[in-house]
């Protein structure tokens, strides 16, 4: 993978970093303007909080609920809104997307529609987050040198959250019960499945067969760099094996500093 240097591959606007080569300021800036659909629907992460997940579940439910999926691949099903992969104007409904955006970001049309929020302990994020950079983009890359600080994503996302449609779930609650998680996407989407489907969905969502999907796990983008990478382990309470005593207090210490007078609470093993 090149050594690039930092300023070569991360650019900064609106106070969020963006990958140079997979967006550009001008595209964000459009973002302002975007015009909303009436079926449109968003899964907002910050990254490593199970967005390929999230994108598993959303489409499986879409194609359940009679929505052919004639896709090559999630990514074209559900595409990243602040990469522009294809002429969003010309997807067919309901349209899907996933994106990193901070609340500040995401286009003013998005406030009539649904979100699901997904979030991640600080702590599995911040490892499964230290892997992805090393094994994908090379150690050398700051751990947030792209997107910004999952705290202020969180925060933001959280404090503006009554401007929203907004479904706050937890990657932890789908881990442990991921029946009962489909459901509640899909009661927030307002789509109604069989127990039968529903049951489907969630094993099209294993950690087990998505590893294998070829469609979900994002092989697709370059099999020697990406293969399986976005599933490595699926787990909660990695950090354990992963940040010394000293990091994980630190973790503790900066998320009462941010985070300590919202009633946010989580899962960590
Ligand atoms: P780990 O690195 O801890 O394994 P994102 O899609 O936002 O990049 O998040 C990737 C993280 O979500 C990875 O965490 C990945 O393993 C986890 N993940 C993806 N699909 C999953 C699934 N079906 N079950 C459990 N975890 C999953």
Known sequence: YPRLSIRDRVFKHKNYNFLVGHTTPE???????????????????????????????????????????????????????????????????????ASHLPEHIMPPGVKEKKILYLMRNPKDNVVSFYHFKCQITGCIMPLYSFASSWFDHVREWYLNREQYNILFLTYEEMILDLKASVKKICNFLGINLTEAAISQVVEKATFQNMKNDTKANYEHLSPERFSGKFLRKGQIGDWKNTLTVAQSERVDQVLQEKLGDLPLSFIWE
């Open 27 to 97: 595209y964000i800036d459009s973002l302002e303007s975007f015009e909303i659909k009436d079926s449109d629907v968003f899964v907002v992460t910050y990254p490593k909080s199970g967005t390929v997940w999230a994108q598993q579940i959303i489409i499986s439910i879409h194609e359940l609920h009679g929505n052919q999926n004639k896709y090559s691949n999630n990514m074209e099903r559900m595409p990243w809104l602040e990469y522009k992969t294809a002429e969003y104007t010309l997807l067919p409904s309901p349209r899907l997307f």
